[in-house]
């Protein structure tokens, strides 16, 4: 009896370890199930992830494909977003410099600009000027150095005005004076109806009147200082007197027309006078006015090859 107990209690203690046994092999056999499950599952995504990228990728090809506009508009618009990137990442820079450095740098800039319009404003204002200058001296006479060691004593501006004053005579209707180049220049227009005589007359009033301010001899008449080869002669001014009636318009008027004139050179003594309107020879003068064109003359050359 005993015996047979034993070898129930055997049996049974058998039949224990062989359900441990299973259990466990149940318990591996699920765990190895698991981790086939966990292997399977993640590439099973990877595997859907690449199906989607495929076909993201594709779609992407056809719509580059079909609209290559949209795709320019793209690319401008990143251009235009990394400059502005790049404008905030300069601006930060300058931000971030002291303000020292950013006040001498726009200092340093100035100073170029307003050197450049330095450099640029010289030949410009000399340019300028020598256009103005001349301008103002353009009915000037260039003197030189002729009258170096000449005109003592000299005629001064205020005695031109005195003798301008002095010249206002009632037939008189302008009278201009000036002196230049040496020269004193009198001319008076006077009435359209004053005959050459009365003319002639009012000529020789104007010349005493300039001799009674400024005298004839002392500074019209070339002075000599010294004798022989040590003799000086110091040049003075010519003067130039002219009266006319009026200014013809048309060649009717051009035949009433007086103009006479007096005039003193400083290196002769005598005075000239003349009728600018009356051709001294009346012959030669109508020759040159109204030449005859009928009778051509011949050079010596067409006279030659004619022969």
Known sequence: MEKQADKQKGKQANRQTQGKKDKQKQSEKANSSLSAALKTIPSTTSDKQKKSKKNANQGTKKKTNASPTKRTVNGNQTSHRADHAKQGSISGEGAQRPLGE?????????????????????????????????????????????????????????????????????????VEVNLKSATLRITIDTRDDMTQEEMSALLGQVYDAVGAQLPIETYFTNKTIGSGDDATVIKMYDLEISIYNFIPENEEQKASQIHISRSKNAAAPDLIDDVLTTPRDEESAQEILHPDTSNPPVSQEEQTEGE
Not at 152 to 167: G, M, R
């Open 102 to 174: 950013r006040i001498k740098e726009q200092l340093r800039t100035n100073y170029l600009l307003w050197i450049t319009i330095v450099v640029i404003a010289i030949p410009c204002l000399i340019l300028a000027y020598i256009l103005i200058g001349s301008r103002e001296n353009s009915s000037t006479p260039v003197e030189g150095s002729r009258f170096a060691d000449a005109l003592d004593p000299k005629i001064s501006p205020q005695e031109v005005n005195t003798l301008k004053e002095a010249l206002q005579f009632a037939d008189a209707q302008s």
